[in-house]
Every structure is written in structure tokens, then in C-alpha cells.
């Protein structure tokens, strides 16, 4: 009895140091870049963040939530064009394939922001935190801006 008790502790142990690495290796191959959020006007207690998201890993990372303190809720979500009308639903699953990018910008996937504990105004810089299926969380801070960010990178 005892000595089963002590082999699970045995084999607890082994996980936990298997989920640590695991963890340390998304934190590797996610790269959040031109990462900014929107200013809000007066009054407005909603807006939306925008990044880009590289996955340099050889596995394909999935999100599946965001996370911010400055908001009540936060989520992933996309814009769709239907009918003239632009309307906005969550996306559950977010993948980004091996060696892909996936770019959130205004008019198609977007972080939205709802819900904010107070308004957001440009020069701020705001902390917004990816979760990924395996429970690992990505966080990176966000320029908040009027009209998006000039980018890093020359394409
Ligand atoms: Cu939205």
C-alpha cells in the first residue's frame, strides 16, 4: 500500500515536470507582433485589439480564449461581411499552423475587449493574455492606439 502510494507520487511528479517543459516550449513559438488596441471614445466601455500571430513552433497552436484585467470579458472574434452588413461572432477555435501567421485586424479577427472597467486612450499600453488548448497562457502587452500601429517589419 505504501509503496504504491509513493510510486503515484513518483509518477505525479513526472507529469508535472513534462507539463512544464511543454509549456516553455508554445511560450517559444508564439510570436505576438504590431500588437495594438483600439482608443476608445468618451463614454464607450467596448473595443478591440488587433496582433499578429506567428507560429514558429513545428506544432500547430490553437487558441481557444483571451484574458485581460482591464475587461469584464474578453474573446476572440471575427467580422463577417453578410448582406452588406458587418456582423461579429465568436470563434471557439483559433489554429495557427505550423510555421503560419495569422493576422488580426480590423475588419476580420479581432480580440474584443467588452465589458472595460474604464475607457482606453492612446499612448496606454494594456496587457492581453492568449489561452491556448493545452492551458498554457501567452501574454503580451498591446500599444493602445487611434488608428493602429505603423509595423516592425518590411514585407
Ligand atoms: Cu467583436
Redesign the pocket.
Known sequence: MLKQLVMSAFQLQVIAVVCLSSASVVAETLTVSDAWARATPPGKRMT?AYATLQNSGRQPLVIIGAASSIAGATSI?E?RIDRDRAT?SPVKRLTIEAGERVTLQPGGL?I?LMHLKEGLSEGQNIDICLELENNDSYCSAFAVARNGIASHHQH
Open positions: 478591440a472574434h467580422t461579429m479581432h474584443m
